[in-house]
């Protein structure tokens, strides 16, 4: 029943496996499986660790093994309980008619771990755990939701435009949990019961480590898959994008200006439909007809340009029958080949595809990079799908339902390996969508297509925070959100100036949006064509100058404050190449042992020496600021605190409030 094979404990029962097996600093690797192999692939282990010598131990009662501070212990039954120095912090939860279930109702019939077989020879599976009172959980990647403390939540694992899923939590009794699998399903924090499930896979994966702190779990978990390179000070400042320039001429123009006024940009972005259709991945000539000369010209004024890319491949499209030959298509498994129909019936190309990957970049690298485009925007990265029914899509990995959700990381990956090949040094794209290790890919994700209200504003600093909890260190957001925001609506412009404002204190500084009113004209009205970047819509102005003389003056104000901080930036990108730590931290991520800073979610820590609290109501004159122990220097006033209080900070117009510590 129990064995100790190649430093690892095996248990055997009936047709189940057990596999645990240490797997870095403190951590344990628990694999199960119904067939003959354990699952051979590492998914998001990418990282090669130190080799660690665990101790085990098989008896009468079970079996343990011990990596450091982390300790497991498997009895007769097959049921697993971990112990961080000795006190147990997670064990399975299981109802059945054994030994385990003298405490609980063995009536129920509930495994710890259930296999339902699916057509093909997969499962569909659980994995339960009994709740702990009093925990609280964080990370697991991005939710529409304000929660930071995800105790309670139900979470889809499966990607989508502003949900991003990073299976990966942190708790607050000391320990982090990886459920190492790209399969769609559901994370459940329960009060009764936590339990992980996959739609579809071979077995059960995940990976376990204790630690002092979050700041400790983080770097182990960093360790074993991927931290991000240390970014260049080239991209701290200012990133000017709208929906959407549509010419080279406007580009430019924009571009003129912002030096005239004496605002340096670091970076200006081209959007969507700058190309005929999707999938042909080139610039429209009628309306870019020299992309050098442009870049050229943006590059003597020090600024970076960055192009959108989408996954898409349009039917119509240049590109789509030799696509289609290759085999490089995402399948549907019913009815006709197409995953989206956004402005065309498309596809997406299936990037789980060496090849394909290797044929994309080949592709951008003649059409954007060889005339001087220096980044790419990984737009649509889930892959978006017209329909979010992932039992209809196949890639040559395996169904959308079995690995769907590694996806992103592969399209990242396509222009990572072609950047590096090519020579690029410091790069930085931006993408819609991750999964676990993309930290190491050079990304920045945002929170994508968010509206522009209140909600979404509260609902952004969770996110962010919660990124880094998941491992991604480069987070950002459409300054102001994406939809509905008016640029004649007093309202809105209130809510852009908090969101700018606050944007500032994040790691990237982006304005961008989807504004109104739509009542552009399109430059193609040639009903013949139908289709490209003069044919489709356009935003209303996103400038800095597009909101009025005050608005422009707060956010060059907001400006100028990101330039002077960028020194300190350079300080904690470093921080987070060497040990995972995100840039946006949670206040217990820098207090742990503050009881006070486990329960603040509406502000936090950028760095370890900023406290921001960002202003998330409209019409407010003051908001409640807690302070931990120390002294606090207000950044605006200069007016130092002591810690170890709550405060009343004053929250005009022109500022949020901001604490150094000193």
């Not at 991005?142 to 989508?160: I, S």
């Not at 959007?271 to 429209?284: A, E, M, S």
């Not at 080949?337 to 990957?357: H, K, S, V, W």
Request: net charge negative; with cysteine; proline share 4%.
């Amino acid at each position: 029943m129990f064995a100790v094979a190649d430093n690892a404990l095996v248990f055997k029962k009936g047709n189940e496996t057990v596999l645990i097996e240490p797997w870095g600093k403190d951590s344990l690797r628990v694999r199960t499986t119904l067939d003959r192999d354990i699952i051979d692939n590492d998914w998001g282990l990418t990282e090669k660790v130190e080799a660690c010598k665990a101790e085990m131990n098989v008896t009468e009662e079970g079996g343990w093994i011990t990596n450091g501070r982390l300790s497991a212990r498997v009895n007769n039954g097959g049921v697993i309980s971990f112990f961080r120095d000795g006190k147990r912090i997670l064990h399975e939860f299981k109802r059945f008619y054994d030994a385990d279930a003298t405490k609980h109702s063995c009536c129920l019939k509930i495994r710890n771990r259930q296999y339902y077989g699916l057509p093909g020879g997969h499962y569909q599976i659980f994995q339960r755990f009994e709740a702990n009172d009093g925990e609280k959980l964080y990370g697991m990647g991005q939710y529409a939701m304000p929660y930071l403390d995800l105790k309670g939540c139900c979470l889809e694992l499966a990607q989508k435009n502003s949900q991003i899923s990073i299976p990966f939590a942190v708790s607050s009794l000391g320990y982090g949990f990886l459920w190492n699998n790209p399969a769609v399903g559901h994370a459940a924090f329960n009060k009764n019961m936590t339990e992980w499930s996959a739609e579809s896979s071979t077995g059960v994966d995940y990976w376990i480590t204790a630690g002092e702190n979050p700041k400790d779990i983080i770097e182990k978990y960093t360790a074993v898959t991927g931290r991000a390179p240390v970014m260049s000070d080239e991209y701290y400042g200012f990133w000017q994008c709208k929906l959407r320039y549509r010419t080279q001429d406007e580009v430019l123009t924009v571009a003129r200006k912002y030096k005239e006024l004496g605002i340096h940009l670091d970076v200006i972005v081209i959007d969507f439909f700058h190309w005929p259709r999707q999938g042909d991945w080139c610039f429209d000539k009628t309306y870019w007809p020299d992309p050098k000369a442009m870049c050229d010209e943006l590059h003597a004024m020090g600024t970076k340009v960055m192009v959108s890319v989408w996954p898409n491949v349009d039917k119509k499209c240049t590109h789509w029958q030799e696509l289609a030959d290759k085999g490089f298509l995402v399948r549907a498994e019913q009815g006709s080949n197409q995953t989206y129909d956004f402005q065309g019936d498309c596809a997406a190309i299936d990037l789980t595809i060496p090849e394909a990957r290797e044929w994309l970049w080949d592709l951008c690298k003649k059409n954007y990079a060889d005339y001087g485009i220096d980044m790419f925007w990984l737009d649509n990265a889930e892959p978006d799908l017209f329909d979010a029914d992932f039992r209809n899509f196949r890639y040559q990995m395996g169904t959308a339902n079995e690995v769907t959700n590694i996806y992103p990381k592969y399209y990242s990956q396509t222009f990572y390996d072609g950047m590096k090949a090519a020579g690029y040094k410091n790069f930085v794209n931006l993408e819609r969508c991750c999964w676990v290790g993309s930290q190491k890919l050079n990304q920045v994700l945002w929170n994508g297509d968010v509206q522009s209200t209140w909600e979404c504003l509260r609902d952004s600093i969770s996110e962010g925070l919660n990124m880094g909890l998941a491992g991604i260190p480069w987070w950002t957001t459409d300054a102001g959100g994406f939809m509905w925001g008016n640029i004649h609506d007093p309202a809105f412009i209130e809510l852009l100036e908090r969101w700018f404002q606050w944007a500032v204190f994040t790691p990237i500084l982006r304005l961008h949006g989807d504004r109104d009113p739509h009542d552009i004209p399109p430059l193609d009205k040639d009903p013949e064509r139908g289709y490209g970047g003069g044919y489709l819509f356009t935003g209303a102005d996103n400038e800095i100058w597009s909101y009025g003389e005050k608005t422009q003056e707060i956010m060059t104000a907001a400006i100028r404050l990101r330039e002077s901080l960028k020194g300190y930036i350079c300080k904690v990108m470093k921080e987070a190449a060497k040990n995972g730590s995100p840039v946006m931290r949670t206040m217990f991520y820098e207090f742990p042992d503050d009881p006070n800073c486990w329960e603040v979610s509406d502000q936090y820590m950028f760095g370890s020496d900023y406290l921001v609290a960002p202003v998330l109501e409209a019409g407010i004159k003051n908001r409640s600021v807690y302070l931990p122990a120390g002294k606090w220097k207000d950044i605006r006033s200069g007016e130092v605190y002591d810690g170890g209080q709550l405060i009343s900070a004053a929250t005009p117009r022109e500022s949020i409030p901001v604490f150094q510590k000193v």
